[in-house]
């Protein structure tokens, strides 16, 4: 017996001994890994033009173990993350703040692993409350982790963000769209076509012009006519936006083109102008606005093709 007390006294030394050895090496760990998370949350935050940023990040013990303390600095002003009256994190942050908070120590924590080329990574709606202006740099690094791990699962129920990440994703990285659909009671997963979903309306309009203009599909004339005039609203906004700002028409739009004829101020030379008037009473024809029986207004197929060239024509100037 005393030869089994004798044991278990060395032994517990020397368990202690390791417990010290183990202590020394996690408070030197500690040491240097919180320095650089901060460092590294930081340089996210910055990105993502946070206006905040972490400071005084340490360590902490208590009997659940190990954990971190950390405060956010907003205006040099430092905000503690528990407070009974005064400001904390929880009244301090936004939901989007916290969010990009919350992104940001992913990302860091990503760059922190050894073993991240071997990982596949799954990021689940990063736009939930997270501020539109930080979009586009969560669509960058998401980019550009893709050449960095195995593999990269976006997740969102925003089709524009998943566009930007398809559209900016490496071409020289694997990639597949999927969609999940309903299927009767239940639901499915599919394929999803990005492009078809990122043609614009206006490209769509163009692409049923010019396929008219090919095959004289009676089918598609009404629609086609009445793509003109958004087709015209579409480029004299991005051609003279100040003169046609969002909501205008093109009626008092064609009557400041004439009062500025031959003047500094001139938009449309005469030609143009009086083009302009001959193309808008066609397309007017065709415009809910503009004529109370559009829907029913007799359309010829020689017309219709005349007006439609000669608008293609006005737009590619």
């Known amino acids: 017996m005393c030869q089994a007390y004798i044991g278990e006294r060395q032994a517990k030394a020397a368990t202690e ?12 760990y500690r040491q240097n890994i919180f320095p650089r998370y901060q460092a590294a949350i930081n ?38 993350l528990t407070a009974d009256a005064a400001p904390s994190f929880r009244s301090a942050l936004s939901s989007g703040d916290r969010n990009t908070l919350a992104l940001a ?10 073993t991240l080329a071997d990982k596949i990574v799954v990021i689940d709606d990063p736009m939930t409350s997270l501020d539109e202006h930080r979009s586009l740099v969560t669509v960058q690094e998401i980019c550009h982790l893709s050449t960095r791990v195995a593999q990269v699962i976006v997740l969102s129920h925003f089709k524009p963000f998943l ?5 900016g994703a490496p071409r020289n990285v694997a990639r597949a769209s999927m969609q999940v659909t309903r299927a009767a009671n239940a639901s499915q997963i599919s394929a999803w076509n990005v492009n078809a979903d990122t043609i614009t309306e206006h490209d769509r309009r163009y692409a049923r012009v010019l396929a008219y203009l090919d095959t ?9 006519a009445a793509d003109l005039r958004p087709m015209l609203e579409a480029f004299i906004r991005v051609a003279f936006p100040h003169e046609f700002p969002p909501g205008s028409l093109l009626g008092p739009f064609h009557n400041v083109c004439q009062q500025r004829q031959n003047t500094p101020q001139q938009l449309l030379n005469q030609a143009d102008t ?12 065709f415009h809910h606005d503009t004529n109370a029986t559009w829907q029913t207004e007799i359309i010829n197929d020689q017309q219709l093709t005349n007006f439609a060239q000669r608008t293609l024509a006005f737009i590619r100037r």
């Open 17 to 28: 001994g390791l417990r010290a050895a183990a202590r020394t090496a996690l408070d030197n």
């Open 216 to 224: 004289a599909d009676p089918a598609t004339q009404r629609q086609v």
């Open 105 to 114: 120590f992913f990302f860091a924590s990503l760059d922190q692993d050894p």
């Open 274 to 285: 009086r083009e302009l008037r001959a193309i808008l009473d066609y397309v007017n024809l």
């Open 163 to 167: 566009m930007k990440v398809w559209e």
């Open 43 to 80: 340089a996210f935050l910055q990105r993502f033009g946070a206006g905040f940023r972490l400071d005084n990040m340490a360590s902490v013990n208590n009997r659940a173990g190990s954990s971190v303390n950390y405060a956010v600095v907003i205006n040099q002003n430092h905000v503690p």
